[in-house]
């Protein structure tokens, strides 16, 4: 069920984003006389799921879910159309409009995009405000056990304070100011200490098989005690809590383990908490080290609260101060997402490593339907496609304005001839990219 829910949340934000951008594209032709031949969600390649002719336009749904398209008249685009461009231009053709109409209309998907994702944040902040757990109110610091992290000198415990030049007051400042930052400050023990990431961390972290970082430690929460557990029929229920193991104080999960050793072999007394009472109880430790009981791994923010592990907040934003709040995660985004890219373009960071296709962007999405969440990912998502659409690539739309600014500056045109070779060159160079993504993600699922 769960990746049913991720499919059906992937296929709707894609789906949004492309039917948007290409409206982009699609309504400033057609305000500026411009003649949209075709207007298709998907590639409609040999055939189309459906189809249907409307004025001088046939919209339709295609079978290949690699994005989408509108074919402009007198455009040389994926389309590779160039019979048409052989005859004298009409004045509905693209080619026959001025420059600056032709920009707008290339630019069209793009900025749709871009607006998109800010009225999504403009909402966001407005309908559900922000609710994050304060950095500052965590006590015992963090999980660490990546060994990427703990060669580097990390240890659990440590409670990171600052990312790079990024003051962590978030939890989630965490991850999403990871990539890019030369160093972590922690403090450990009372002392702020500071570690200088390698370069190539994020191509070791991309090859690694492991994707935690610094994580949440949990109390233990006894999930149930099954019939085949050498603890079989203990006074143990769901919910409680693991508070002492003979001589051992347990707070986290993480502690557990060291316990179980200690008394391999050996009947303990330990202390659960239920309903803010302390019960005690008798526990078997197996000759290894497996007491048999089922446990949650992770507890919610409200219980986490509760026992005071940490503190949540909240900020709630008027109708006014949303167009505020809204902007500045639309440009906190736009700037991570660069910094991102700008990683990727350096080789010794080993960060290309990472990038991912499809399914890497379908697991993005949860195994649970969350509006906010769906929300806030496809906002997301948005400036990515943004973004990637503005490089300068002949076969995006970045690398038509390319041409149209060149054009603009030096008053010379590209031939019709050099823009067939172009886009020829720019096709292959996005399937290349296509594939290298995608083929990522196959790589990642075989090996890792």
């Known amino acids: 069920m769960g990746i049913i829910i991720q499919i059906s949340q992937f296929l709707l934000g894609l789906s949004l984003l492309i039917i948007l951008h290409e409206l982009g594209h699609f309504i400033p032709a057609k305000l500026f006389g411009t003649r949209v031949e075709k207007f298709y969600l998907f590639f409609d390649v040999k055939f189309s799921l459906f189809k249907k002719k409307i004025g001088e336009t046939v919209y339709g749904i295609g079978w290949l879910p690699l994005g989408g398209y509108v074919k402009i008249a007198g455009m040389i685009d994926e389309s590779m159309d160039t019979e048409a461009m052989k005859e004298e231009p009409k004045p509905w053709e693209f080619r026959s409009k001025p420059a600056w109409q032709r920009l707008i209309i290339m630019l069209g998907g793009v900025m749709v995009n871009f607006i998109l994702a800010y009225v999504i944040y403009f909402f966001l902040s407005f309908v559900y405000g922000d609710k994050f757990i304060d950095a500052t109110s965590i006590q015992d610091g963090y999980l660490v056990e990546n060994p990427l992290l703990t060669d580097l000198g990390f240890k659990t415990g440590d409670n990171i304070i600052k990312v790079g030049e990024y003051d962590v007051e978030n939890v989630s400042d965490i991850k999403g100011n990871f990539i890019g930052a030369k160093t972590i400050t922690f403090e450990r023990d009372g002392v702020e200490q500071t570690i200088t990431m390698p370069v190539d961390f994020l191509g070791q972290f991309s090859d690694s098989k492991r994707r935690d970082l610094f994580e949440m430690r949990y109390p233990l929460m006894i999930s149930k005690v099954p019939d085949s557990s050498i603890n079989k029929g203990v006074n143990l229920k769901d919910g409680d809590i693991l508070r002492t193991f003979g001589d051992k104080n347990i707070k986290y999960i993480d502690q557990l383990k060291p316990a179980l050793n200690a008394y391999k072999g050996q009947e303990v007394d330990v202390t659960v908490l239920r309903d803010e009472k302390l019960i005690t109880e ?60 700008k990683e990727i373009g350096n080789v010794e960071t080993g960060a290309y490593k990472g990038v991912g296709g499809f399914y890497a962007i379908l697991n993005i999405f949860p195994d649970y339907w969350n509006w906010q969440n769906f929300w806030s990912i496809t906002a997301f998502l948005s400036i990515m496609l943004g973004v990637l659409n503005l490089l300068p690539i002949p076969a995006l739309d970045g690398g038509h304005v390319m041409f149209l600014l060149y054009e603009m500056i030096s008053g010379r045109k590209p031939s019709d001839k050099f823009m067939e070779y172009a886009q020829t060159v720019g096709f292959f160079i996005l399937i290349g990219l296509v594939l290298f993504a995608n083929g990522n993600d196959i790589f990642k699922a075989i090996f890792n």
């Open 282 to 341: 008798k526990l078997k430790v197996s000759d290894e080290a497996n007491l048999g009981i089922i446990y949650y791994s992770g507890a919610g923010p409200q219980i986490m609260e509760k026992l005071g592990y940490y503190k949540m907040k909240t900020k709630e934003y008027t109708l006014g101060e949303s167009f505020g709040a809204g902007y500045n995660k639309f440009t906190g985004q736009i700037n991570k997402y660069f910094g991102q890219l």
